[in-house]
């Protein structure tokens, strides 16, 4: 049996390093080794990798002005603009000395670098598209004296700076409370010497216990650390507060710049706090999230130490960092879309049916409405041969923002409810539109869409879905139509029901294709849909993207003994299959439910209502909101790689296209008990009999139709052997058989589960520049390297081709 090749984490590598000094571990590194952009030859891949995280929080345009608030000398800044040379880039820091190295070092004709602070007049109010802080804003904490002020001046100047509409994005470090007490267990290691880069960690936690927060006054220093009895031999356990835990996490390893940041406090504020401050600019808060970077946690955390509440519970993995996004808003707009109060209102637009399997007597309840859809993609191809498309950004999903219910938000992730999706037209003004003929198609485009066709150019079509197969009635179709460029800006010319009743009707935007993919890859804009209807397009115009892979598994070479071919899957696609028949009365599986939901903007530094909406939404009354997708992956013996599917037949695709077989990856709900990603990769690992290592995340959560229900789907992939071939010989793990990725990949323009269809198009991209048939070449420019490469990192792919008894103790658990 040949060795398990490697699928590399999106974020693995080591913490970012500078030549003058350490830093702290800032929070998206990887290690990535393909042929670089010659112009970032001499830039560390992590550094490159921040720099793309970072402006996939941010959707600009062409010709927007950002300001990046530098804290060492220009490398982040250099690196933005080079990835991004259709924004200006200023990077802007108070020392004359880091200003004169970065200008002598990096150069590019969209970027400069200026000597002022922040507070100062160097540019007029109203200047910027976005302001970046990125792991800045504890250095102006600790230079000002642990001064919050200091930072909320900031910020608010910051504001001040930006134009309307204009974005802040924020990523720091999360403070925990100082009165919240934890356990932190660590292996009992002896110290090779007395200096700082030879002690153990446990007497260098005692070292930094003593000598925290350094001021004038040395009994200011330290803080309360308390050793209790042992839960294991060969293990010290020790009670602090939670921040100084995480302070000491965050530090301990960089050990070199130990004295240099022993005065700085890097959590200050929570990611609540923060976002308090920035509401009371009257921001619109977008986006918060806290963020694991696993590398970090591998090299810094797992294995190394545990927390634990004061009760004994595990507190799983700490989060590596914050990320924040707001807006800058005019008063009296939208803010924020919130669940108010259970509605009164008796009539529900939703209705539940059921349908009997006549081959095994199941029954399923269906949910229907009085709505059916298509979505277009308008897009234009820009003279230098990049894919633009036109979204509808801001429309109001208020399901977005429902009071949790069954279950905990695992991820932590927070909207404003203003999402970015489609044009979204109703099916009876699609029936009416002659296709084939370009008249039809501009009268069309001008009425519904405010934009003009390409002369001569009709619709195309695009991907179709299924948004749940086995208990929503829809069906989507996606239609593209190539567009020319507007002359002005175009509001929206449709709003359909589930979204209308607020202030505000959202906006249309074209933007390059690639940066809503980066978007969506990070987990800013939570859909599965529109991510494939662009690889969709992608596809069909033959034009390569980027995508960046995030799984770190070793794939266990072997042969499933059963495998599917794609054409057997496509004949069953076509047969003729009517086993669903409609019955009286449900099964009580799904509920509906009704809530006010209130729009809240700023009037006058305080907030009020602008509008509330009564809104009809579904749960599902057996599981948790929490839902599971996996993705079971492994690799045959001529080094294909093979998707673990199952195939069943579905009640919704029979309604449509008279046959219910459907292709989809086992799921399952995830129990109201699972309250992170460390607990939840433990029930999936026993659910499949595998180590927990086989387990990875594979990509950000998203909602599987914010327009029903606020379900959240949470996607996975599970290697079959892991990385020391551990595996019960024959087992599927509950999958019918396994067929090629590629394959599957291929099926993309087929009806189908859309949440399938993104969790195998992300892991195609992931295992892009494996050793086989499917490898592409990796680069960090918009052009093919020449080689291969088995990491995983930015890649052009070219389309279409508690315990009681005493033992010792296992960290390699």
Known sequence: ?????????????????????????????????????????????QTIKQAWFIMAHLVLEKGAKTLNIMTHDGAMTYTMAVLNPDIEFIGIHQSEEVIEISKKKYQSPNLSFIKHKIQENFMPLGSFDAIINSFNLHEIYSENSCNEKSVIETLERQFALLKKDGYIYTQGYNMYPEDEYVLMEMPDEKSKSNNIEDLSEIELLILYSESARPRENDSYKGFYLEELPARFPRTRLFRLPAKWAYEFILR???????????YKEYSFLSCPNFSRIIRGFGAKLLYTAPHWNEDILKNHYNKKMRLFKEDGESMGSPETSFILLAQKTEERHSLTLQERKPS???????????????????????VSRDMHITEILPYRITSDNKLHVFIHEGIPRCLANTIPRKGPNIDGKQWSGHMTETFAIPQEIIENLDKDHFRSTMDFSQNYLGLKPEMGTLFENGPGFFPAPNCIDEHIDTLYLKVKAPKKSISPKIILEDASGFSTNGRIREINAQQILNAISVGLIPTSR???????????????????????????????KETTKLQEIISKLAADDNRFKDIKGTTGQIKTMQSVFVDEGQNNGGIMGLASKEKDFILNE????????????????????????????????????????????????????????????????????????????????????????????????????????????????????YAPLYGLYRLLYLDNDYSFMKIVAMSYNACLGQNSDMSASLSFSEKHADRKSSFMGMTDVSTPASNSNKKDYNYDQ
């Open 1 to 45: 049996m040949s060795q398990p090749s490697k699928i590399d984490n999106l974020w693995s590598g080591a913490p970012p390093t500078h030549e003058d000094r350490k830093a702290p571990p800032t929070d998206t590194a990887m290690d990535i080794k393909a042929k670089p952009n010659p112009l970032l030859k001499n830039i560390p891949s």
């Open 252 to 262: 301990k390893d960089n050990r070199s710049s130990w004295k240099e940041e022993l």
């Open 344 to 366: 009164k209102a008796e009539n529900s637009a939703l209705r539940i049916t059921a349908m009997r399997n006549e081959h095994d007597s199941s029954i399923v309840d269906i």
């Open 530 to 560: 529109l991510e494939i209807q662009i690889l969709g397009l992608y596809e069909k115009l033959g034009l390569p993207y980027q995508a960046w892979a995030s799984s770190p598994l070793s794939l266990q070479t072997e042969s499933p």
């Open 622 to 737: 057996e599981s948790s909101m929490n839902t599971a997708v996996v993705l079971p992956l492994t690799r045959s013996i001529n080094g294909e790689v093979m998707a673990g599917i199952v195939e069943e037949y579905l009640p919704i695709p029979q309604r449509y296209k008279g046959n219910g077989y459907t292709i989809s990856c086992p799921s399952f709900p995830l129990p109201v008990e699972i309250k992170n990603f460390d607990m939840a990769r433990k029930y999936i690992a026993d659910k499949f009999e595998v180590p927990v290592d086989c387990v990875a995340r594979m990509g950000e959560s998203y909602f599987s139709h914010i327009g029903v229900t606020p379900q959240r789907i949470y996607p996975f992939a599970v290697s079959q052997g892991g990385a020391k071939g551990w595996m019960k010989a024959g087992r599927t793990h509950g999958t019918t058989t």
